[in-house]
């Protein structure tokens, strides 16, 4: 008797085992293809193992790009990314493609760094032109990571964990980056991952200490306020600069959490000074991407115990349009609750007048690029003292950072400077060390019972 369905179609042996080799999604080969192509070339050279190159590329920015246009939209990027790259790659190459927007290569022909690195090149180019949504082009960037055999590696997995390394330190250098594995870059990548534990144990333990240099009126050198720097100094590593491990924490997703420990405890101290003394405060570029940050600040400031009229956060230009629309908003909820807010590094930006015209900011820093040139320099004498004109009809107060020089600190007592910081004030001390500084530099300071 005849069954009433209709027969499910024969799935031949051969067939299975294609579609177990292949990426439903753009008709490349998969990892487990890679691998036995790998293993394949590694065998046909083990009695003279001639090098040969895998590469792993991934697409820089592409999750947003999926999340605001759609899956869909983003499965016809890989498509185009899958065409370009078997049009691009050389005879004989092979290109797969493995989880989400990542794709690798295999490279017979490409034998050393440079041939690798010229290539990454190549590929970055094509794989930089706009992609076609119908309805709109999107472009992308690209990061390369390379491993060349035998040296990065003799089996397939160690090849293909040495190229991921070196894809980690290009996503780390920024987007369209191509690095070649070597010996010295995962080193770098060790020390980088020692030192990104022990400084999430550090702020576990609560030892990332706080420094505070002093922000004085120039016509007579009064301080008028501090701001706050980080400092850590760690039993094994020594100290690390916070031009490392602030970065580090921003790289890995725990900025949040340094940057909290680190408010919550100037806070604390700026609770010991007069209170006509502000607070300066510093955040990062992921700080201005996440809408809860004012809140997060907000409630800091509420457990402590200090007016928020006394802080001032710093921000650069660069923090800003990372996320333009999220950094606005949360300039406007700090704002609202008294909080004032300080362009930092003005000056180095590629459109900082442009920042100042579309974000309210109560001052601006001038970079020490121009202080440290001031009397030496024509040319950075006259751009600080336009800026000086600019920020008066605005408004704005200005702070010279990087003055080191009394000749320095009377340049811009002429050019109307009303603000300045660095070593010929003072340089960063801890918060005991702050509160001696005010013994001796604020006439109305009286000392605590702790410094008394």
């Known amino acids: 008797m005849k069954s009433a369905g209709r027969s499910l179609p024969q799935v031949s042996q051969n067939e299975l085992q294609a579609m177990a080799y292949r990426d ?11 691998r036995d192509k790998v293993r394949l070339i590694a065998a046909e050279r ?59 290569f295999l490279l017979p022909l490409v034998f050393e760094k440079t041939s690798a690195e010229r290539l990454g090149q190549m590929i970055k180019e094509v794989l930089s032109a706009p992609y076609d949504l119908g309805d709109r082009n999107v472009r992308l960037s690209a990061s390369f990571g390379f491993a060349v055999y035998p040296f990065a590696g003799e089996e397939f997995e160690e090849l293909m964990k040495s190229a991921e390394t070196a894809l980690y330190r290009s996503k780390r250098r920024g987007r369209g980056q ?36 002093p922000i004085v009126r120039i016509r007579d050198a009064s301080v008028v306020g501090f701001e706050a720097l980080a400092r850590w100094n760690d039993p094994d590593l020594g100290f690390v600069s916070p031009a490392v491990f602030v970065p580090l924490a921003e790289e890995r997703g725990f900025i949040d959490a340094l940057s909290d420990t680190l408010l919550r405890k100037a806070a604390e101290a700026a609770l010991s ?39 001032e956060l710093e921000i650069t230009e660069t923090a800003v349009m990372t996320s333009a629309d999220t950094a606005e908003r949360i300039i406007a909820e700090l704002r609202q609750s008294g909080v004032r807010i300080s362009l930092d590094d003005f000056g180095t930006g590629q459109s900082s007048l442009g920042r100042l015209r579309d974000f309210t900011f109560d001052k601006v820093k001038i970079d020490r690029a121009f202080i440290s040139r001031i009397t030496t320099d024509r040319a950075s004498e006259h751009i600080v003292k336009a800026i000086i004109a600019m920020c008066d009809g605005l408004d704005l107060q200005v702070v010279a950072e990087g003055i080191e020089e009394w000749a320095d600190a009377e340049k811009l007592k002429t050019l109307g400077c009303a603000m300045g910081q660095g070593y010929y004030y003072g340089r960063p001390v801890d918060a005991a060390a702050t509160l001696r500084y005010l013994q001796t530099h604020h006439r109305d300071f009286l000392p605590t019972q702790e410094t008394a």
């Open 24 to 34: 439903p999604l753009t008709g490349l080969g998969n990892r487990y293809r890679l």
């Open 178 to 213: 191509i690095t070649v594995y070597s010996r010295e870059i995962a080193q770098e990548m060790k020390r980088s991952t020692q030192l990104e534990q022990a400084l999430r144990n550090a702020i576990i333990a609560d030892s990332v200490e706080v420094h505070f240099q």
């Open 46 to 104: 083990a009695d003279d193992p001639a090098p040969f190159t895998v590469g792993i590329v991934n697409l820089d920015g592409f999750k947003p790009i999926n999340d605001l246009f759609g899956s869909q939209a983003g499965d016809d990027i890989l498509c185009q990314v899958a065409h370009r790259l078997k049009a691009c790659i050389p005879d004989g190459a092979t290109v797969t493609r493995h989880d989400g927007d990542e794709f690798a």
């Open 273 to 311: 000074w007069p209170r006509e003394l502000f607070l300066s405060f510093n955040l990062s570029s992921a700080q201005l991407m996440d809408p809860g940050t004012a809140g997060t600040i907000l409630a800091t400031l509420g457990r402590v115990g200090l007016d928020p009229a006394r802080l």
